[in-house]
């Protein structure tokens, strides 16, 4: 009777702590995603969490494998919720274009997509306190260390990372992504909370209240370590801005293009369970993008010297630019006609002895009316171009492929391709979710691109915040790569971003039909992190090197 007593006051006391530390933390961290305007939340989103784990991990009598039981359960949970708020967009999309009932959509998104926000948190903080036994103010920075050396390197679905998400749109913060990258930026989100980690830690510790010199001299050196870190980003990032500024008054001639961008809004009514919920009704065709392209060009004005760009957004071009050939004579004859370059996504694939590979393509047409070059999309959105461990788990993608509805599978693609309008005119072509690879963005500038065009088509997540992550994520590649950047949309929304992240013209709204016109201005500009983001990986591992290696030699770790 005692065992029993005693075992229902160990589970209260583990399931309490449990649940409003997951649930709190994983409402902070849904909102800490773009589009609710609450993205700053993420400074004190993790520290739930952490307190949650910290919590748990003083229960002596839990053992090894249940706190590891336990530790999961808190991250999962964590995940799911984080992962329905933040990430509503894709319940939206598996609901409406997946022909999946709204109830099975969330639990695909909570469960599903949450499990993998989950296993994220639980190796980011929950293996570090496995490992630990005895906690310290001393074991903070290395576990603050282990997140940041860890995160560039960790795999996910979609790549995304905290840091960024919680610093898009802070003017001055956000220009030090050129240095350290957006994951980089852990180290002003993360740590904060393992500041307040630190400061609960020595306000709980009611023995030593008093007599407690070595736990606020550590606060004080942390919380000074801090501060000097803000302090340097947003001085780097004032002085970033302005210089950025300057250059872009300096005038020459050969490096500007106008560009028009052209939103559609296309309808994908026929692909949706529920015609009413794809918000848009106009009928994709060839002759409106033509329609569209002239009513804009007139707006030019006819003395223009420079290069015109026509960009025409992700699935708006009905046929297969390569396999039908009176779709593709149009548009080599308009692009002459009219002296502009016109870039666009197709479909194309090739005939294999094991059937068609296909590929999504960006293709470039000239002012001269020839196809100066073409681009097969690298980054495939999972379980929408792509069906991840396909081939470990055939017959799993069989039943997705029979049972889900508009899920296509391509083949990547392996070159960074740079397009030449002109000597000093070099540009590329990412395909939606290409941009959330940081990779692909990096190797197109690094092979020469100084303007970064991004195509993409967000129709399918109806009116969520996925065009807001979208814009989030470009501005990062903007300012880690120094290069402007144009989102350009079907159903919105588009926006010209320059090399500091921030706009350089207005944003089309979502379902809005329009164009953005402007004449940007290209640049070749340096980024320390664009040209050695391997050694800042490297610089982020041997730190956290170093920490170990110190806390070793004071006989810290694995201390009981």
Same mark, same amino acid.
């Given at each position: 009777m005692t065992i029993d007593n005693n075992f229902q006051i160990s589970s209260t006391k583990i399931i309490t702590?449990?649940?409003?530390?997951?649930?709190?933390?994983?409402? @902070?961290?849904?909102?800490?995603?773009?589009?609710?305007?609450?993205?700053?939340?993420?400074?004190?989103?993790?520290?739930?969490?952490? %307190?949650?784990?910290?919590?748990?991990?003083?229960?002596?009598y839990i053992t090894f494998w249940?706190?590891?039981?336990?530790?999961?359960?808190?991250?999962?949970?964590?995940?799911?919720?984080?992962?329905?708020?933040?990430?509503?967009? *894709?319940?939206?999309?598996?609901?409406?274009?997946?022909?999946i009932p709204f109830i099975f959509s969330l639990l695909i998104t909570g469960a599903g997509y949450g499990l993998e926000v989950g296993l994220q948190l639980f190796v980011y903080f929950a293996i570090p306190l496995l490992c630990i036994k005895k906690l310290g103010n001393w074991e903070l920075p290395l576990r603050l260390?282990?997140?940041?050396?860890?995160?560039?390197?960790?795999?996910?679905?979609?790549?995304?990372?905290?840091?960024?998400?919680?610093?898009?749109?802070?003017? %001055? @913060?956000?220009?030090?992504?050129?240095?350290?990258?957006?994951?980089?930026?852990?180290?002003?989100?993360?740590?904060?909370?393992?500041?307040?980690?630190?400061?609960?830690? @020595?306000?709980?510790?009611?023995?030593?209240?008093?007599?407690?010199?070595?736990?606020?001299?550590?606060?004080?050196?942390?919380?000074?370590?801090?501060?000097?870190?803000w302090a340097v980003g947003l001085s780097y990032g004032a002085w970033r801005i302005q210089d950025i500024n300057e250059n872009d008054n300096l005038q020459n001639s050969d490096s500007f293009i106008n560009v028009i961008a052209i939103q559609p809004n296309f309808s994908l009514q026929d692909l949706a369970s529920n015609p009413e919920l794809?918000?848009?009704?106009?009928?994709?065709?060839?002759?409106?993008?033509?329609?569209?392209?002239?009513?804009?060009?007139?707006?030019?004005?006819?003395?223009?010297?420079?290069?015109?760009? *026509?960009?025409?957004?992700?699935?708006?071009?009905?046929?297969?630019?390569?396999?039908?050939?009176?779709?593709r004579q149009k548009v080599m004859r308009f692009a002459e006609e009219n002296n502009t370059s016109v870039l666009f996504t197709t479909v194309d694939w090739k005939n294999t002895?094991?059937?068609r590979k296909f590929h999504g393509v960006s293709v470039l047409v000239g002012s001269n009316g020839e196809v100066l070059g073409r681009y097969n999309k690298i980054f495939l959105i999972p379980f929408g171009e792509m069906i991840p461990f396909s081939n470990i788990f055939p017959e799993t993608a069989s039943w997705l492929r029979n049972n889900i509805a508009n899920m296509s599978e391509f083949d990547p693609g392996q070159d960074y391709k740079v397009f030449s309008l002109s000597e000093k005119v070099r540009l590329?072509?990412?395909?939606?979710?290409?941009?959330?690879?940081?990779?692909?963005?990096?190797?197109?500038?690094?092979?020469?691109?100084?303007?970064?065009?991004?195509?993409?088509?967000?129709?399918?997540?109806?009116?969520?915040?996925?065009?807001?992550?979208?814009?989030?994520?470009?501005?990062?590649?903007?300012?880690?790569?120094?290069?402007?950047?144009i989102f350009a949309s079907n159903n919105g929304e588009s926006v010209f971003i320059g090399a500091d992240g921030k706009n350089l013209s207005r944003q089309l709204g979502l379902f809005e039909e329009g164009a953005l016109i402007a004449k940007l201005q290209l640049q070749s500009r340096f980024s320390f992190y664009r040209q050695y983001e391997e050694w800042i990986r490297v610089g982020f591992v041997f730190?956290?090197?170093?920490?170990?290696?110190?806390?070793?030699?004071?006989?810290?770790?694995?201390?009981?």
């Open positions: 702590p449990f649940w409003i530390g997951s649930i709190v933390s994983g409402i @902070l961290l849904g909102l800490n995603a773009p589009g609710f305007g609450t993205h700053w939340i993420g400074l004190v989103s993790f520290f739930p969490l952490l %307190f949650t784990l910290e919590q748990l991990h003083k229960k002596t249940k706190r590891c039981i336990v530790f999961s359960g808190v991250c999962w949970l964590t995940g799911g919720i984080a992962s329905l708020i933040g990430g509503y967009w *894709i319940t939206n999309s598996i609901h409406v274009f997946g022909h260390a282990y997140v940041i050396a860890i995160d560039p390197w960790y795999p996910r679905l979609i790549h995304w990372n905290y840091g960024g998400l919680t610093f898009s749109q802070f003017p %001055f @913060l956000e220009q030090v992504a050129d240095i350290i990258g957006s994951s980089g930026l852990l180290f002003y989100s993360l740590g904060l909370s393992y500041l307040l980690i630190a400061w609960w830690r @020595l306000k709980s510790d009611v023995k030593n209240l008093n007599d407690n010199e070595v736990g606020y001299k550590f606060l004080k050196r942390a919380i000074a370590a801090y501060s000097l870190l794809a918000h848009s009704k106009r009928q994709g065709n060839l002759e409106s993008l033509l329609e569209d392209s002239k009513k804009y060009l007139s707006k030019l004005s006819k003395q223009t010297d420079e290069p015109t760009l *026509i960009v025409w957004p992700e699935s708006v071009f009905p046929h297969p630019f390569f396999k039908v050939k009176g779709a002895m094991t059937g590329s072509a990412p395909i939606c979710f290409d941009v959330f690879s940081q990779e692909v963005v990096r190797g197109m500038s690094l092979n020469g691109a100084n303007l970064v065009v991004n195509l993409s088509n967000l129709a399918w997540f109806g009116r969520t915040t996925a065009s807001d992550n979208m814009v989030a994520v470009l501005r990062w590649r903007a300012i880690e790569n120094r290069v402007p950047v730190i956290f090197i170093v920490l170990i290696f110190l806390a070793h030699v004071r006989g810290k770790i694995f201390q009981k």
